[in-house]
Structures are given as structure tokens and as C-alpha cells.
């Protein structure tokens, strides 16, 4: 009975270090390359980078480590990964895209219409020449 409480306390244990955060300031290169999606490359990247001067957020992150975008920092926060103890959570689109504000409604209104500029009026065709006709005087000569 103990040894299978002891299992289940050591199961519990590994997951909850699994599922663990990890802190870009501070993880070794090992424990980043715990995160789906980074790999030894990256890791190597990320403690280099911080070498420097530790991360200030998750822009200075993705500004120091070449590599990562806002797709790509979006998927290492899901995986775990902190700057400072915070996720990521992606910068929001312009203020101008209606549907980017997570408006349901749509823009009722009507498109801008297209300029439009008056088209040169195409030259009059001048009829073709007609060859000339074999003429019975011509011939008759």
C-alpha cells in the first residue's frame, strides 16, 4: 500500500515539473529545451542573448532572439515558456480592422467607389481601302 502511494506522489511530482513554467531569465539551456518547438539552436540563442542583460518582456524577447516571432513566442508560452514570470499574449491588431475588435457586426457600410478616369475615346476607324476594281476600260486597252 505505501510503495503505490509513493508511485502516485512521484507521478504527481514528475507531471507538475512537467507542466512546470519555464523562465526565459532563468533556465538553463537544458530546461528550455524542454518547451515544444525549441530546440538546441534556440536555447543556445535565448542564453545567449540574456548574457546581456535579462529579458524586460516578452517584445524584448522576440527583438533579441532571432528566431522568434509573435507566432513562434505564442507557441513557446503555450508550452510553458515565461518572461518574467508572465505568458505571452500577442500584440492587438491595428485599431482601424473593425473585425480585428472582435466585433461581431459587420461594416454596413457601402465600399468607397473606385475612381474612375474618363477613358480617351478611341480613334475613328477609317474604312479600309477597297482594291481597286479591275476596270473593263483598263483591260480593254
Do not use: C, H
Not at 16 to 45: C, Y
Not at 53 to 64: G, L, N, V
Not at 75 to 89: C, D, E, I, R, W
Request: proline share 7%; hydrophobic share 45%; glycine share 8%.
Amino acid at each position: 500500500m505505501f510503495r503505490k502511494m509513493m508511485a502516485g506522489f512521484v507521478a504527481l511530482l514528475w507531471s507538475t515539473m512537467l507542466f512546470a513554467a519555464v523562465d526565459a531569465n532563468k533556465a538553463a539551456q537544458a530546461e528550455l529545451g524542454t518547451i515544444k518547438g525549441i530546440g538546441p539552436a534556440i536555447s543556445a540563442r535565448i542564453v545567449e542573448a540574456r548574457k546581456t542583460a535579462p529579458f524586460k518582456d516578452w517584445e524584448d524577447f522576440i527583438q533579441r532572439v532571432k528566431g522568434v516571432g509573435e507566432a513562434t513566442a505564442t507557441q513557446f508560452s503555450a508550452g510553458g515558456l515565461t518572461v518574467n514570470g508572465t505568458s505571452y499574449k500577442a500584440a492587438a491588431p491595428a485599431a482601424g480592422n473593425a473585425s480585428a475588435k472582435g466585433n461581431a457586426a459587420k461594416d454596413t457600410a457601402a465600399p468607397a467607389a473606385r475612381p474612375t478616369t474618363p477613358q480617351p475615346a478611341a480613334p475613328a476607324k477609317e474604312p479600309a481601302a477597297k482594291p481597286a476594281a479591275a476596270t473593263k476600260a483598263g483591260s480593254a486597252s
